[in-house]
Structures are given as structure tokens and as C-alpha cells.
């Protein structure tokens, strides 16, 4: 009960700070930052967590460059997280989470068939994606970066989500 509470108010003050960076957009690390917090709430299949922890990102952003910067020398559980810019559909299916950067959106039904029934957490950064098969949305309204997620689509990929994270934003299903 203890580590819950702690836990909880963690994430409290990480939502604080997300909002609180969030004003000073256009700040990649902010988001890059959000991505590697995921890792923390997010429970891969076991056939997953031997080898790399491997994060890819699709299109062009600034995020892959902070994600290197704020992963360096970190893991997920036992593995090492490595970033990797992903350039091709086969490449998508080793990742253990994909960001698609604003720029590569319109693709993302491509991304969504291509990577299907896998346990990979899509995570977009514009309006709408979450309803077209997205896992995690962030978006910015007004000064403010929101949250958005589809409990549907990220369990029909196998993972498992805290409802810890959940609480920090938008459930959408």
C-alpha cells in the first residue's frame, strides 16, 4: 500500500513537470523525457524482456536525439535500451515501443497493419491518432501537453498498462 501511494504521488510530480514543460514547447526533451517514463508503466510479454530494449522512431524529430541523450546507460529491467530511427516496415519488428514523430502520421494506418497483433506501443504526437490505432497520443492543448490513451489498443498488443500512468490522462476507447 506503502509503494502504491509512493508511487502515485511520483507520478503526480511527474505530471506536474510534463505540464510545466510542456509550456516551453517546442522542447523535445519534454517528450523524449514522457517516452523513456513509459518504459516504467508498461509490462512487455516475457518473450520480450531478454536482449536490447529496443525504442524506434519513425520520421523526422528532434525526440531522437534527446531519447539517446536521456537513455544513455539506462535499462528496462535487465535490458539496455538502445534508439534506433526506423526506415522500413521489417526494421518495426523487433521494437519494443515506436514513436511516430508528427510527420510520418498520415502513414500510421501502414504502421498500425504492419506491426498488428505485436507487442509494440505506438506512440503518435497529433490529433485524432488515437482513435486510428495509436496506444499513446501527447498532444499540446493550448500551453499544455495531454495525454491520451487506448487501453483497447494497447492490450489487443499484449501489454499491460499502470493504472497509475492511465490516471495522468485521457482514456479514450
Not at 508503466?41 to 536521456?70: C, M, T
Request: aromatic share 6%; glycine share 6%; charged share 25%.
Amino acid at each position: 500500500m506503502i509503494l502504491r501511494v509512493a508511487i502515485y504521488i511520483f507520478l503526480l510530480l511527474v505530471a506536474d513537470t510534463f505540464v510545466t514543460s510542456a509550456k516551453q514547447l517546442p522542447n523535445r526533451g519534454v517528450h523524449a523525457n514522457i517516452i523513456y517514463r513509459f518504459t516504467k508503466y508498461v509490462d512487455w510479454p516475457d518473450n520480450k524482456k531478454a536482449g536490447e530494449f529496443i525504442i524506434g522512431i519513425v520520421g523526422e524529430s528532434d525526440v531522437n536525439e534527446q531519447l539517446i541523450l536521456l537513455t544513455r546507460n539506462k535499462r528496462v529491467g535487465n535490458q539496455p535500451i538502445v534508439i534506433k530511427t526506423i526506415r522500413s516496415e521489417s526494421a518495426m519488428a523487433n521494437v519494443h515501443l515506436l514513436f511516430i514523430a508528427e510527420d510520418e502520421s498520415s502513414h500510421l494506418k501502414r504502421i498500425v497493419s504492419a506491426t498488428e497483433g505485436k507487442p509494440i506501443l505506438l506512440v503518435t504526437e497529433n490529433y485524432g491518432l488515437i482513435s486510428r490505432g495509436s496506444c499513446i497520443n501527447m498532444i499540446v492543448v493550448g500551453d499544455h501537453l495531454k495525454l491520451e490513451f487506448n487501453k483497447r489498443n494497447i492490450e489487443k498488443r499484449n501489454l499491460k498498462i499502470a493504472s497509475e500512468l492511465l490516471s495522468l490522462g485521457t482514456v479514450v476507447n
